[in-house]
């Protein structure tokens, strides 16, 4: 049997952030007794002092600390700092650089850790991965644990742009040709497949694919809804889980991720592509070169209008071409298509030109 850890809690409610302890204290008693710290950035105290306050205020014993950068280095020093303050309760808030370093420290220094993510952009709020930086500009993944609990206060994810959930849904829709990947390595010999975190991850894709049958094009108010923010933590939190099951990334990330950390890792200098939108970019070549159904994939990126049009992210064709054949080498251990796609300039020239036309 695997061994893995599930959270507490996941709640998803409007205004959830006004009553923490009180909606956690089944399972972490005494919560607002705690030594807790609070842990966000600079323009996220800007954006929301006054409920940041209200939050801390929760608490019989807080402190607020403001990352200043997401490293490795920073993370530990975090936790160095938890464990030698006695603090037994560290809290999130943000997007993917606060929620992975405040769950790195927390992991690091052994205490409970609740995410309070301010946007759904990516899987950041329930993964058991933390993304940080390490020596120079490359950011690396390292394994934690899934957090204690999760809470989406569905009101601060409406008033962020609405990109950021299309980011999160594009990180959704990546789980098709990453499933895939995992399922070419198992028989390459290279990995095993853990039937439930693949089910898991696969039952995230499909409720965003089939959301309302999959049809109509989604209006910026319709994402807005309490019900459609619900559906979207929810693939987020199952993804996680899966990872979590799985012991690894697979589950979540294949072809397309490496395509993204290739952008990240060698043209950060000329594109800067939100984590979940370049992952959806990548799913529709990865679906080519995978010789699946890509018109699924092209249906719901159209569906939700993810903004995948390479011009429209300032990626040229050169860099577009680039990255795909750097993308393997990314992560050299992991086995995917495209150790067995053709990766030429002339079929990535005509991919580019392909997504231009239909995006
Ligand atoms: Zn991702």
New binding site residues.
């Given amino acids: 049997m695997n061994q893995f850890k599930l959270p507490y809690h996941l709640i998803v409610e409007a205004g959830a952030f006004d009553h923490i302890p009180e909606k956690m204290d089944d399972a972490i008693t005494g919560i607002e007794k705690k030594k807790m710290i609070f842990v966000t950035e600079e323009n996220l105290k800007g954006i929301f002092e006054d409920r940041i306050k209200k939050i801390c205020d929760q608490f019989h014993q807080s402190e607020e600390y403001l990352i200043q950068r997401a490293d490795y280095d920073s993370a530990v020093a975090l936790a160095k700092y938890i464990t030698m303050n006695d603090i037994d309760l560290v809290i999130g808030f943000g997007g993917g650089t606060v929620l992975d370093l405040a769950k790195f420290a927390s992991f690091v220094s052994k205490t409970v850790y609740i995410s309070l993510p301010t946007t759904l952009s990516?899987?950041s709020l329930a993964s058991p991965v933390a993304v940080l930086g390490s020596t120079g500009k490359a950011r690396k993944s390292f394994k934690c644990t899934i957090p204690h609990a999760i809470m989406v206060d569905a009101d601060v994810i409406k008033s962020a742009p609405v990109r950021q959930l299309l980011s999160g849904i594009g990180?959704t829709v990546?789980k098709y040709t990453a499933l895939y990947d995992w399922k070419l390595a198992a028989k390459k010999d290279t990995e095993r497949v853990d039937d439930f975190a693949y089910m898991m991850s696969r039952m995230a894709f499909d409720s965003i694919c089939f959301f309302d049958g999959g049809h109509s094009e989604m209006t910026e108010n319709e994402l807005k809804t309490n019900s459609f923010i619900r559906l979207l933590t929810q693939a987020l939190v199952m993804g996680g889980l899966a990872m979590e099951i799985a012991g690894n990334s697979r589950p979540?990330?294949g072809s397309e991720?490496l395509f993204c950390h290739a952008l990240e890792e060698n043209f950060s200098e000329e594109v800067s592509i939100p984590?979940?939108i370049a992952?959806a970019m990548g799913s529709y070549p990865a679906a080519i070169f995978q010789g699946r159904n890509h018109e699924k994939i092209k249906n719901v990126i159209k569906q939700y209008r993810i903004p995948v049009r390479p011009s429209d992210n300032k990626l040229s064709r050169d860099v577009f071409i680039a990255a795909w054949q750097s993308a393997s080498a990314s992560r050299a251990d992991r086995y995917t298509i495209l150790r067995e796609a053709d990766l030429s300039d002339e079929r990535l020239g005509r991919l580019y030109d392909e997504m231009e036309a239909i995006f």
Avoid: L, Q, R, Y
């Fill in positions: 990516n899987d990180d990546s979540s990330s991720h984590h979940g992952v």
